[in-house]
T-cell receptor, first 113, second 113 residues
Framework: KQEVTQIPAALSVPEGENLVLNCSFT??????LQWFRQDPGKGLTSLLL?????REQTSGRLNASLDKSSGRSTLYIAASQPGDSATYLC????????????FGTGTRLQVTL | NAGVTQTPKFQVLKTGQSMTLQCAQD?????MSWYRQDPGMGLRLIHY???????DQGEVPNGYNVSRSTTEDFPLRLLSAAPSQTSVYFC????????????FGSGTRLTVV
């Protein structure tokens, strides 16, 4: 069974810190990997999408990388802010399995003042 | 842009009742899917569709039916609600080209008593 592990499960940091969230997966045949943000009681907001031919994507203070050979993706958040507090989910779409995402259980991030 | 619209946002059912969760997208996406989110278990795929008239089962399909008569709509039917179906349900869509990743609706919070 395909599995996605996100470490750490929870993280609390002071404002201004740079941080890294980790996502590891057992399947190397990846079509897309996507990072989402989920605020309490809300839906999923897409942050970054990395296609299989890419190694990283950047948007503002966020950078996501993908290493298929080692089965890992990282989400780097620079200069964290209290507004970054949320749960971050990674999910991948295996090659040849259209319309099916496999999710990790998420990292719950709290950025304190 | 409406994106993916889910209705209702909240619903309480009695055990044995049936209901339909609605999902509509206005992005002309071929792929649509339903997930449920439970504490500690992440998001799990219920059913998915790669185009109008085509549906298939995901990881946890029991107790749910779907149909895809149009590109825009992908309703999820609970045949006879059970307390184990208490969850938050998310609908998602994506293009078959894969370039934009998945877009999620805001979710339906269902309680079965």
């Amino acid at each position: 069974k395909q599995e996605v592990t996100q470490i750490p499960a929870a993280l609390s940091v002071p404002e201004g810190e740079n941080l890294v969230l980790n996502c590891s997966f057992t399947d190397s045949a990846i079509y897309n990997l996507q990072w989402f943000r989920q605020d309490p009681g809300k839906g999923l907001t897409s942050l970054l999408l990395i296609q299989s031919s890419q190694r990283e994507q950047t948007s503002g203070r966020l950078n996501a990388s993908l290493d298929k050979s080692s089965g890992r993706s990282t989400l780097y958040i620079a200069a964290s802010q209290p507004g970054d507090s949320a749960t971050y989910l990674c999910a991948y779409e295996p090659t040849g399995t259209a319309s099916k995402l496999t999710f990790g259980t998420g990292t719950r991030l709290q950025v304190t003042l | 842009n409406a994106g993916v619209t889910q209705t209702p946002k909240f619903q309480v059912l009695k055990t044995g009742q049936s209901m339909t969760l609605q999902c509509a997208q206005d992005m002309n996406h071929e792929y649509m899917s339903w997930y449920r989110q439970d504490p500690g278990m992440g998001l799990r795929l219920i059913h998915y569709s790669v185009g109008a008239g085509i549906t298939d089962q995901g990881e946890v399909p029991n107790g749910y039916n779907v149909s895809r008569s149009t590109t825009e709509d992908f309703p999820l039917r609970l045949l006879s609600a059970a307390p184990s179906q208490t969850s938050v349900y998310f609908c998602a869509s994506s293009s078959s080209a894969g370039g934009d990743g998945y877009t999620f609706g805001s979710g339906t919070r269902l309680t079965v008593v």
